[in-house]
């Protein structure tokens, strides 16, 4: 199954961020998702149940934003969503088209539990860039996950 290799490699980079900020309970975790991975959302969340179960991670609440494709006709300049199937400029009806968006593979951000921090709440999953481990318990990993198939 094709989603599991890419939420293997989420939960790969999400455990590292956990790790890294001392965290034992990952509460929640954000991912955008191109459409064009082929992967589906049903799938992913199915993955991602079977990986974490008896983990600390088992239970986290998992948002996931589908991006759609987004391209721009190397033609005319115009730029269009479309399918995963059906490329072809609107305006000109052109097939020479460069992709914007779509291929994401990338997770937004993570919010874990740090034990024994009387400041620690869930804080919300703003971009931080925080990972130091005291009293933040909110990991911003922002890189795309890199997969080795
Ligand atoms: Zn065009």
């Not at 790790?19 to 064009?36: N, R, T």
């Not at 130091?132 to 909110?138: I, V, W």
Request: charged fraction near 25%; glycine fraction near 8%.
């Amino acid at each position: 199954m094709h989603e599991l290799g890419i939420m293997s490699g989420v939960l790969d980079a999400v455990d590292k961020s956990a790790k890294q900020a001392q965290a034992d309970k990952v509460l929640k975790i954000s991912l955008s998702i191109g459409v064009m991975t082929e992967a589906i959302e049903d799938s992913l969340r199915f993955a991602f149940e079977a990986l974490t179960e008896g983990t600390y991670m088992e239970g986290a609440d998992l948002e996931i934003n589908m991006v759609e494709p987004r391209s721009r006709c190397l033609e005319c300049g115009k730029e269009f969503n479309h399918d995963r199937f059906h490329v072809l400029c609107p305006e000109c009806g052109s097939f020479a088209t460069e992709l914007l968006q779509g291929r994401e593979m990338q997770i937004d951000s993570i919010e874990v539990d740090i034990p024994d921090d009387v400041s620690n709440t869930s804080a919300d999953s703003t971009p931080t860039g925080s990972t130091n481990g005291d009293s933040s318990a909110s990991a911003d990993v922002g890189s795309a996950v890199s997969l080795t198939d």
